[in-house]
């Protein structure tokens, strides 16, 4: 019963009960989304609620065991703050598993920071201060995080879709290290017990560096990480624009051949009204075949049932023709998907370009390549099968060895796929059999890239 008292006379103040509502008003405000709207209010809200209450548990529950376990007391308020942003986030966030991490890391680093800062500050100045007073100092030190969740959710690191592993071990680290060292420092000179030890201007000189550099870090990251994709983004714009210019050259060469079979048509006709009144049979027999084999060679406009599909597979149809390369298709699709055309025609004709290239370099033309698109389990399915260079191991091939000049437009063509299927919540496989690269891209139909930045 003592803990218990002790608990909310003493440690569940009015300054303590603000910190609280600031860390939890943070996480909600970082990892969920909120609207003008009034639903969406409530339910901001009541994140926040709930939040507070799983602050508020796992700091009773560890304060509990800390006054009957003596050495935990210098590190229950942490250990209860890491748990709490962990089951916040596992209960509300809606960000991807990367983001999670830097976020939790740097909100972590930052909540003990402060709060230690806080502590620090109303030693040092005055261990009898009065409580409105320190309830102020409380709000003003405290708003450093929330004015921090505020500049984040502008320029939130979850917008990057391209975060590295570096990236994540570097933020990780430095936050790490920086609770570590204060961690240390409170066991060494028994700091939570000690009122004299907190009045050291160079730990909250310390601790003032280390809020500092939290910010700097998380914002180097973010704004080097956002380089990054900006960069990826003209180029994908790039590729996109040549690829336009492409489509349109083979249109119009497609629309030429057609007025060149036109005008053969009617020449033909004449041909063969000519050798009927002449009695030609055999000769007329000899015509006709190699007038349909003319015909067969010309690609014809398919129906997959979808318009951009259809747009997309016959200007890559065209693409192939004019490379002497033949494209197998079978689609089972509905007629409206939930993606933006620009995703779609993106993921696609990279697919099947590297396809194009992989054949013609293989000089295997009289194989077709494969294309696959149906609907699997709420997922659009497209599959890319076609020969490759003969002289290439398994290794080479899943590592994307290219036999292309341009390397880098190649390795280029596979980023864009794998951030289209990440952008709508699915995946991308590749595998090598028998001679044949197999090309597996996923999209989420339920998802419509809601995750996206």
Same mark, same amino acid.
């Given at each position: 019963?003592n803990?218990?008292s002790?608990?909310?006379n003493?440690?569940?103040?009015?300054?303590f009960?603000?910190?609280?509502?600031v860390?939890?008003?943070?996480?909600?405000?970082?990892?969920?989304?909120?609207e003008k709207?009034?639903?969406?209010?409530?339910?901001f %809200?009541?994140?926040i609620?709930a939040?507070?209450?799983i602050?508020t548990?796992y700091t009773?529950?560890f304060?509990?065991?800390a006054?009957?376990?003596k050495p935990?007391?210098?590190y229950?308020?942490?250990?209860?703050?890491f748990?709490?942003?962990v089951?916040?986030?596992l209960?509300?966030?809606?960000?991807?598993k990367?983001?999670n991490?830097?976020?939790i890391?740097?909100?972590?680093?930052?909540?003990?920071?402060?709060?230690?800062?806080?502590?620090?500050?109303?030693?040092f100045y005055?261990?009898?201060?009065?409580?409105?007073?320190?309830?102020f100092i409380?709000? +003003?030190?405290f708003?450093?995080?929330?004015?921090?969740?505020i500049i984040?959710?502008?320029?939130s690191?979850?917008?990057?879709s391209?975060?590295?592993?570096n990236?994540?071990?570097?933020?990780?680290?430095?936050?790490?290290v920086?609770v570590t060292?204060?961690?240390?420092?409170i066991?060494?000179?028994?700091y939570?017990?000690?009122?004299?030890a907190?009045?050291?201007?160079?730990?909250?000189s310390?601790?003032?560096a280390?809020?500092?550099l939290e910010?700097l870090?998380y914002?180097?990251i973010?704004?080097?990480?956002?380089?990054?994709?900006?960069n990826?983004n003209?180029?994908?714009?790039k590729?996109?624009l040549?690829?336009?210019?492409?489509a349109m050259?083979?249109?119009k060469?497609?629309?030429?051949e057609?007025?060149?079979?036109k005008?053969d048509?009617?020449?033909?006709?004449l041909?063969?009204?000519?050798?009927l009144e002449?009695?030609k049979?055999?000769e007329?027999?000899?015509?006709l075949r190699?007038?349909?084999?003319?015909?067969?060679n010309i690609?014809?406009a398919?129906?997959?049932g979808?318009?951009?599909?259809?747009?997309?597979?016959?200007?890559e149809?065209?693409?192939a023709h004019?490379?002497n390369?033949?494209?197998?298709?079978?689609?089972?699709?509905?007629s409206i998907?939930?993606?933006?055309?620009?995703?779609?025609?993106?993921l696609?004709?990279?697919?099947i370009?590297n396809? %194009?290239?992989?054949t013609?370099?293989?000089?295997q033309l009289?194989i077709? %390549?494969? +294309?696959?698109?149906?609907?699997?389990?709420d997922?659009?399915?497209?599959?890319i099968k076609?020969?490759?260079l003969?002289?290439?191991?398994?290794?080479?091939?899943l590592s994307?060895?290219?036999?292309?000049?341009?390397s880098?437009?190649?390795g280029?063509?596979?980023? %864009?796929?794998e951030?289209?299927?990440v952008?709508?919540?699915?995946?991308?496989?590749?595998e090598?059999?028998?001679?044949f690269f197999?090309?597996?891209?996923?999209?989420?139909?339920?998802?419509?890239?809601?995750?996206h930045?």
């Open positions: 019963m803990a218990i002790d608990f909310f003493i440690v569940y103040s009015v300054s009960i603000i910190q609280l509502f860390m939890s008003f943070s996480f909600t405000l970082i990892f969920t989304n909120v709207k009034a639903r969406s209010i409530i339910y %809200i009541l994140r609620a939040c507070f209450t602050y548990a009773f529950s304060f509990m065991l006054y009957y376990c935990l007391f210098y229950n308020y942490f250990i209860a703050y748990l709490s942003l089951t916040c986030c209960i509300f966030s809606k960000l991807d990367r983001s991490v830097i976020l890391a740097t909100l972590f680093g930052m909540e003990v920071t402060v709060s230690q800062l806080e502590h620090s500050l109303m030693f005055d261990t009898n201060m009065a409580s409105d007073l320190k309830a409380s709000i +003003c030190l708003s450093l995080i929330g004015a921090f969740a984040v959710k502008s320029n690191i979850s917008k990057i391209n975060i590295t592993g990236s994540i071990f570097l933020v990780v680290s430095v936050n790490s920086f060292l204060v961690c240390i420092y066991g060494i000179t028994s939570v017990f000690a009122a004299s907190s009045s050291d201007i160079y730990f909250i310390t601790l003032s280390f809020y500092v910010i870090v914002f180097l973010y704004l080097d990480l956002k380089q990054n994709q900006d990826s003209l180029r994908i714009e590729k996109m040549e690829a336009d210019l492409q050259t083979l249109t060469q497609s629309v030429k057609i007025h060149d079979i005008h048509i009617k020449n033909q006709y041909v063969m009204q000519t050798m002449q009695n049979e055999k007329l027999e000899i015509y190699k007038a349909g084999a003319d015909i067969a690609p014809l398919a129906d997959y979808n318009k951009d599909l259809n747009t997309i597979i016959n200007i149809t065209l693409k004019s490379m390369v033949t494209l197998s298709v079978i689609a089972k699709v509905p998907l939930p993606f933006e055309l620009n995703d779609l025609c993106s696609i004709c990279n697919l370009d396809a %194009i290239e992989a013609k370099a293989s000089g009289d077709p %390549i494969t +294309c696959i698109f149906n609907i699997k389990q997922y659009f399915c497209t599959v076609n020969p490759v003969k002289s290439l191991t398994r290794d080479d091939i994307f060895k290219s036999s292309k000049k341009d880098t437009s190649h280029l063509g596979h980023s %864009i796929v951030k289209t299927a952008k709508y919540n699915g995946y991308v496989e590749y090598f059999d028998n001679g197999i090309a597996e891209a996923f999209l989420d139909m339920k998802h419509g890239g809601e995750n930045g």
